[in-house]
T-cell receptor, first 115, second 111 residues
């Protein structure tokens, strides 16, 4: 499809386990974003990539969270030693170029449940 | 820090009714303001935006005006349709990428 693709759509894991969430942005979009949406809340900014580099990672809650985008396209959000409080929908978005207009194209999200 | 407050839902309206979803914000600078919409089973998508005071954003019959004096960006539509049933998020941004979202307002339009 032509939209932002996220896998898996659902992930259930146990406390303490390691998790990877993948995002495949719209072809040609150089900017990529990760957001987290907890139940009953709006999305919360985590990290922004421009190309391969993280231009702003100020939203990552702690050092258990890490994201990469090695070739400037697909990105992986990595969560170590998961905690129950990490349960949320993780949203990926992408956009054209470096002009930050606020028009982000979101995927449907990866729902993470930590038991 | 910057934040957005929007009216709590769910909002239930009959088809062709007038819609208002209130949104107010606090910000230290002069942010851009946005309404995003999430239809069932789909990702968030930009509905409209305004980048400076007194700007009016509009799309698909929806409108919102950036009111600096009341720090508001209320969403309105004159006649809603069943297909407008969705969750609506108000958001602001100083940077254009780190969006601050409200909690969302669920709208259900009945025939």
């Amino acid at each position: 499809g032509a939209g932002v693709s996220q896998t898996p759509s659902n992930k259930v894991t146990e406390k303490g386990k390691y998790v990877e969430l993948r995002c495949d942005p719209i072809s040609g979009h150089t900017a990529l974003y990760w957001y987290r949406q907890s139940l009953g809340q709006g999305p919360e900014f985590l990290i922004y990539f421009q190309g391969t580099g993280a231009a702003d990672d100020s939203g990552l809650p702690n050092d258990r969270f890490f994201a990469v985008r090695p070739e400037g396209s697909v990105s992986t959000l990595k969560i170590q030693r998961t905690e129950r409080g990490d349960s949320a929908v993780y949203l990926c978005a992408s956009s054209f170029g470096s002009q930050n207009t606020g028009e982000l194209f979101f995927g449907e999200g990866s729902r993470l449940t930590v038991l | 820090g910057d934040s957005v407050t929007q009216m709590e839902g769910p909002v239930t309206l009959s088809e062709e009714a007038f819609l208002t979803i209130n949104c107010t914000y606090t910000a230290t600078g002069y942010p851009s303001l946005f309404w995003y919409v999430q239809y069932p089973g789909e990702g968030l998508q930009l509905l409209l935006k305004a980048t400076k005071a007194d700007d009016k954003g509009s799309n698909k019959g929806f409108e919102a005006t950036y009111r600096k004096e009341t720090t508001s960006f209320h969403l309105e539509k004159g006649s809603v349709q069943v297909s407008d049933s969705a969750v609506y998020f108000c958001a602001l941004s100083d940077s254009g990428y780190a969006l601050n979202f409200g909690k969302g307002t669920s709208l259900l339009v009945t025939p």
